[in-house]
C-alpha cells in the first residue's frame, strides 16, 4: 500500500449524533407575530418554541455543517455528476447585487446588460459545439432533453410524417427513455456490444419508417465514446430519422469535436456539470438546448437574439419560425448562466485542456484499479471510470460495502448501481481539477479494503460492517423512502 499523504490523515472530530434545539433549547410558549397574516391561517393557541443561547445555536448549526461532505473536504468521485472545483469567484460574480436584483418583468430595456450575458453564453457554447444555435431556456438536463424531443415530435409533424418511437441504447442515461415517453413516442432499446459502443446490427433491425430519431448518449454511461457516430448517422438518414445527442457529458469531449461533423440534429448540455455549477449540489441546474440549422426553427420560445438599434447592439426575445413554445417560466435560471459566463471567459480557448484533462485522470484511476476491480469496458475510458462487482464478488463484498467503506476513509462514495447493464457497477469521476496525490490517495484506499476483504474472514466482516465513522452508520434506505417519518 502506498503512503498516505500526511494531509489527508483524518484528525476531525467524529459526530455521532447532534440533538434537534428542541431537545435541549429550554422549550416556551409562544405567539408567533401573525398580524399580517390572513384570519383563517392564524394560530388559534400560542405554540411551544425552543429558547437557547446564541452560543449554542452556532455550535448547533456549526455541528450540522460538519455532517455535511463537500468537494472542499476532499475527492467527490460521483461518476456522472461532474463534481469538480468551481472557482468561489465565479459564484461572488453571480452574487453581485446589480444581478441578484434584476427581475426578468422589467421588460428588455432595462435589462440589456444581463441579456447581453445571456447572448456570449450561447454564442461561447455554439463555438465549443460547432452548432447553428443554442438556446438556454431549459432548466436542467432532462427537462433540455424533453424539450429537444418536443422538438422532434414538432418537426415531423410540420414535415407531415408519421412517427411513433425513438431509439435508445442500452447504454443511455436513464433520464432518456423517460423524455421519450413523455412526449408520446415509444422507446425501442437498442443493444451495445462488450466495448461499449452502440450494435449497429442491432440498430439496423430495430430502426424503421416510423423511427423518429436515435437518442444517443456520447460519451455514453460506461464512459466510452461512440467511435461509429457517422456510420450511425448515415443509417439513420436511409430513415429520415434525427440523431439526438444527450450531451451531458461534455466535460469529456468540450473542445474536441465538431457536433456538426457527427451530423447531430439536437442536443442538450448541463451547465450545472461542466461549466461551473455542481451537478450533487441540492441547487438549480441549468439546461441548454443546441440544434443542426434544419432543427433551430423548432427551437422554445422565447430565444434570444442580437439586432442592431441606432446602429448599437440589442438584445431581444423573439419567437422562432416553427417553436415548440415556452418550456419554461422565464429564460433559464440566470444565477447560474452567471456562472458559466464567468467560467467561460476564464478558460478562454483553453477547453481542450480541461476535457484532456479530465480523460487523462479518468483513465489513471482505471488504469491503477484494474486487477483490484474490474473495468466494464476494455476501451479506454472518457471522463469517467466503470467497473464491474467481479473483483469485489469474489472477495466476498458487494459494490455497496465498498462504497460505505470509502465513506470511513474520509470520502464522498463513488455512484454506485449505475448505469444498469454492468453488474454491480461502480462508477468513479475524478474530473480535470484533482491532482494526482489524491487520486493517488483514493486508489491506495480502494486497494487496501479489497485487499482486506481478500485476507481473511475478519478483515471481509470489517469491509461488510462499514461504515463505523459516519454520523449514522447503517440506514434502512428502502425502509426510509416507503416511510418516510417528516416530522420530529
Ligand atoms: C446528469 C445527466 C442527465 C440529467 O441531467 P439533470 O440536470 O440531472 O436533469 C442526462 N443525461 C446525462 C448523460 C447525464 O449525465
Redesign the pocket.
Known amino acids: 500500500m502506498q503512503e498516505t499523504p500526511s494531509f489527508q490523515n483524518k484528525t476531525t472530530m467524529v459526530i455521532r449524533r447532534s440533538p434537534l434545539v428542541a431537545e435541549y433549547g429550554r422549550l416556551e410558549e409562544e405567539s408567533p407575530r401573525q398580524d399580517n397574516l390572513p384570519r383563517e391561517v392564524q394560530r388559534k393557541k400560542p405554540d411551544v418554541f425552543p429558547h437557547l443561547k446564541e452560543p449554542l445555536l452556532m455550535r448547533h448549526y456549526h455541528r450540522l455543517a460538519r455532517m455535511n461532505y463537500s468537494w472542499d473536504d476532499g475527492l467527490y468521485p460521483l461518476g456522472?455528476?461532474t463534481m469538480k472545483y468551481n472557482p468561489v469567484m465565479h459564484d461572488s460574480l453571480s452574487a453581485r447585487p446589480a444581478y441578484l436584483n434584476a427581475h426578468p418583468a422589467w421588460g428588455e430595456e432595462y435589462s440589456q446588460g444581463a441579456l447581453r450575458l445571456v447572448y456570449e453564453t450561447q454564442k461561447m457554447l455554439e463555438d465549443i459545439l460547432d452548432i447553428h444555435s443554442v438556446n438556454l431556456q431549459p432548466a436542467?438536463?432532462?427537462?433540455g432533453?424533453l424539450t429537444g424531443v418536443f422538438m422532434i415530435r414538432r418537426y415531423f409533424e410540420d414535415k407531415g410524417v408519421d412517427k411513433n418511437n425513438i431509439l435508445i441504447p442500452d447504454s443511455?442515461?436513464g433520464?432518456?427513455p423517460a423524455s421519450a415517453m413523455m412526449s408520446a413516442f415509444d422507446s425501442v432499446q437498442v443493444k451495445s456490444l462488450p466495448d461499449g459502443t452502440l450494435d449497429l446490427e442491432d440498430l439496423k433491425n430495430k430502426i424503421n419508417d416510423k423511427t423518429a430519431a436515435l437518442m444517443i448518449?456520447n460519451p455514453n454511461?460506461l464512459g466510452v465514446f461512440e467511435k461509429n457516430i457517422i456510420a450511425i448517422k448515415e443509417i439513420l438518414e436511409n430513415y429520415h430519422a434525427l440523431l439526438f445527442m444527450?450531451g451531458?457529458?461534455l466535460n469529456a469531449i468540450a473542445g474536441r469535436v465538431s457536433f456538426k461533423k457527427m451530423g447531430v440534429d439536437v442536443t442538450?448540455l448541463?451547465l450545472?456539470?461542466t461549466f461551473s455549477t455542481p451537478?450533487g449540489g441540492g441547487g438549480p441546474?441549468q439546461?441548454a438546448i443546441g440544434a443542426s440549422e434544419r432543427m433551430a426553427p423548432y427551437l422554445p420560445s422565447p430565444s434570444l437574439r442580437m439586432t442592431l438599434k441606432d446602429q448599437k447592439p440589442w438584445y431581444e426575445f423573439y419567437s422562432p419560425a416553427k417553436s415548440i413554445g415556452k418550456m419554461k417560466a422565464w429564460y433559464g435560471q440566470f444565477g447560474i448562466i452567471i456562472r458559466a459566463w464567468a467560467y467561460l471567459k476564464t478558460v478562454g480557448n483553453r477547453m481542450a485542456d480541461i476535457s484532456g484533462k479530465a480523460v487523462l485522470n479518468a483513465n489513471y484511476i482505471k488504469n491503477e484499479l484494474s486487477g483490484f476491480l474490474e473495468p466494464a469496458s476494455e476501451n479506454p475510458s472518457m471522463h469517467e471510470a466503470v467497473f464491474s462487482q467481479k473483483t469485489l464478488t469474489d472477495a466476498g463484498i458487494s459494490t455497496m460495502n465498498l462504497a460505505k467503506a470509502l465513506l470511513d476513509r474520509g470520502f464522498y462514495a463513488p455512484t454506485v448501481y449505475f448505469p444498469l447493464n454492468v453488474p454491480g457497477a461502480i462508477m468513479i469521476e475524478p474530473t480535470e481539477t484533482e491532482s494526482k496525490e489524491e487520486m493517488d490517495y483514493f486508489i491506495s484506499c480502494v486497494r487496501e479494503i479489497v485487499d482486506m476483504a481478500r485476507a481473511s474472514d475478519e478483515g471481509r466482516a470489517r469491509i461488510a460492517g462499514s461504515p463505523y465513522d459516519t454520523a449514522v452508520r447503517h440506514i434502512d434506505e428502502v425502509g426510509a423512502a416507503r416511510n418516510p417519518r417528516l416530522q420530529w
Open positions: 456522472s455528476c436542467a438536463g432532462a427537462h432533453e443511455a442515461h433520464t432518456n448518449t454511461t444527450d451531458a457529458n442538450q448541463n450545472h456539470k451537478h441546474g439546461g
